[in-house]
Nanobody, 118 residues
């Protein structure tokens, strides 16, 4: 059984920074792409960033240049460093991970809330 546990969310003023973490535990044969999504109140969940096992990254246009995704494979953990936060970044942030070799499965965490005050 695989678990993803996010941490690091909270309340921050506009212009501030937060660092989210997502630790993956359980039966992990191969930890492939890891990513972050977010869901603001009343909106659909949207892509934020992802990172491959080879450390290639991709970001949504709205966060590019402000957020940085990274991973520590020894700790099975993915991070999201969020700088220059804006009120529109307020959302519940979810991590996900693609795990497996020949047959892969996407797993999701429970989410961590981020609130940016103006």
């Amino acid at each position: 059984q695989v678990q993803l546990v996010e941490s690091g969310g909270g309340l921050v003023q506009a212009g501030g920074s937060l660092r989210l973490s997502c630790a993956v535990s359980g039966s992990i044969s191969s930890l492939n792409v890891m990513g972050w999504y977010r869901q603001a109140p009343g909106k659909q969940r949207e892509f934020v960033a992802h990172i491959t096992s080879g450390d290639s990254t991709n970001y949504s246009h709205s966060v590019k240049g402000r957020f940085t995704i990274s991973r520590d494979n020894a700790k099975n953990t993915v991070y999201l460093q969020m700088n220059s936060l804006k009120p529109e970044d307020t959302a519940v942030y979810y991590c996900n991970a693609n795990i497996g070799t020949k047959s892969t499965i996407w797993y999701w965490g429970q989410g961590t809330p981020v609130t940016v005050s103006s």
